[in-house]
Every structure is written in C-alpha cells, then in structure tokens.
C-alpha cells in the first residue's frame, strides 16, 4: 500500500485534489489532474463495480481488456505524472477551517484538500434470491452492451421484477438472442400491448415465482411449482445505488434516477463540468451517472478533472492579484 505523502513529505498531507474512488472516473480525472502539475492523491477503495467482470468492452483502443488491467495501467499513468495512489477507504469529507476539505479515512489518516473529486461509483442492488450473487458477471447479467454479444444465440431468460423494465430488457435482449424467455416472478401481467409486443418478438412468458437460480453452469431457474427452466443466462434488473455516504457532512445528497416512470438508481446531482452544488467538489462516473460505461466513466473523469485545475488556476489568479494589489507602490 502506498502511503500518502505531500510535496514536503508530510504523511497524510496537503494535496490540491483528493480523488476518491481508483477506477475508470477517479484514475482519468486524476491523471489529467496530475499532468497539469496539480498535487493529486486518489484514495482507492478497491472496489470497482465491474470487478467481477471478466472484460471491458467499448472502450475503443481497449476493446476485451480485464477491468484490473485497465486499472493497473491507469495507476501507473498517474504515478508517472507525480500523481499518488493509495488503498484506502474515505469514511467522510468535511469543510476545512481554510475553506479546503479534510477527507478522514478509514485507517484514522486525515486527508487535506483544495478540491474534491469523487469517483466511488455504485453499488448494484441484487434481486434477493439465492444463486444470484454469486452469478453476477457470469451468468447473471444486466446490460446487453457489455454482455450481449458474450451470449448471442443463447437461451436467455429476463427475470422481471417490474413489468416496465423487464419489458425493455426483453425486447432490447431479443436483438441478441431469438431465444429469449420473460420470467413474470413477482411483476404481475404484461397488458394487450406489451402481450402483443412480446409474442410479435417471439418472447415467451413464464409464470410463477422464481425461488433460486441453480447449476453448474448457466441459470437453471426453479420456479415455486418445482419447475427447473435451462438458461445459458439471466437478466436481471439491478438497482444502482451510489456510494455517496461519506459526502453527507457536506450536504450532498444523491437524488432517484429514473426510467420513465422506474427508480433504478440514485446519483450525485452534477453540472456537464462535473461540479456538484458545493462549490469545489466535483462528481464523476457511476456516481453521477449510474449507467455510464467505462469509456464514459473515463470521459467524465477527464472532464471534471480539467474543470478543477481551472477552478483552481482561477483561484490562484484571484489571490495573485489581491496581492499584487497590497504591494507597496502598487497603483490599484
């Protein structure tokens, strides 16, 4: 583990920007943070949202890559620019008496910053059953753009907890598979036209609850009756909660998200900068939009990263001129 250390080699130390959160978002704002000679250190939980995933796809460049590859390599990107990294958990960000931020972390370190960018993404609410966890990013599946084309041609099942979403994963899945089958569960009855939609699409419904999902390989789906239903894999919907916890000291307050009329998730309310209501702290990735991919999540670093050098550049051209206007002589 690395330690935090500032310029004048301070344990814990003064840093312009603490990142809180080492994938995709916190790593890219961090490096373009660290390339504009801005003291930065990222506090890494450990904890990317797609770790069990076994490859990232649409990244253009990295198409296929391990998410702790990608990770990896972005560490040592930061590293090389003067950037620090460290593992660590950040339990909460409060303001400093000097209008900066102390970021307390778990291990007692207290952290002081200019700027705040956070970047600790989401944590993916599971359907509760049994079989399911231990699934996730293997045979238990969300999105059809980043596991669509890992199981095209196969029998894929949609467990529908909400009629709404379980309609859109089934007609959005059937692009990729002809054998798709909609498990009704606990979601009640699709209407005439969600029905006629469904059978125009070839999906077919399944009723009765779903109790555990089983086997060696796939997702067998038993059903309360007893019934075991063979899938190669089983869509879910799962419901995107953002790790925002340590930022309440501050006010800020992650807001529902929604599809159409559907909560799937919640996230830090953010300007297309990044900045959140506080002035300086700034949101990125998962956790100011939870459905971001990796490519985007990265995107978004980048460009919260480049709008806090120049909060900060405007702040230090702020004070330069109150002080060259205090000099002696000065004609202000």
Known sequence: MDTAVDRNGESGGRFDVVVIGG???GLSGALALARARRSVLVVDAGEPRNAPAAHIHNYLGREGA??????????????????????????????????????????????????????????????????????????????????????????????????????????????????????????????AAQAEQLAARGIRTVTGEVTAVEGTAGAGIRLAGGELVNRDALVV???????????????????????????????????????????????????????????????AGLMAGAAINGDLAAEETALAVEAARARPGSAA
């Open 23 to 25: 994938a995709a978002a």
């Open 66 to 191: 391990a998410p702790a590859d990608l990770y990896s390599a972005g560490r040592d990107e930061v590293r090389s620019y003067g950037g620090t990294v460290r593992t660590g958990r950040v339990t909460s960000v409060t303001r400093g008496a000097d209008g900066g931020f102390l970021a307390q972390l778990a291990d007692g370190e207290r952290v002081h910053a200019r700027r705040v960018l956070a970047a600790s993404g989401v944590a993916d609410i599971l359907p509760d059953l049994p079989g399911i966890e231990e699934r996730w990013g293997t045979a238990v599946l969300h999105c059809p753009y980043c596991h669509g084309w890992e199981v095209r041609d196969k029998a894929i099942g949609i467990l529908a907890t909400d009629i709404a979403a379980a309609m859109h994963q089934a007609l959005l899945w059937r692009q990729w598979s002809a054998d798709v089958v909609l498990f009704l569960h606990t979601a009640g009855t699709p209407d």
């Open 237 to 299: 919907f799962s419901r995107l909660q953002a790790r925002a916890g340590y930022l309440a000291g501050l006010g800020i307050v992650p807001a529902d998200q929604y599809m159409g009329e559907v909560v799937f998730g919640t996230a830090v309310p953010v300007d297309f900068t990044g900045a959140t209501p506080v002035p300086g702290v700034y949101a990125a990735g998962n956790l100011a939009a939870p459905s971001a991919q990796v490519m985007a999540a990265a995107a």
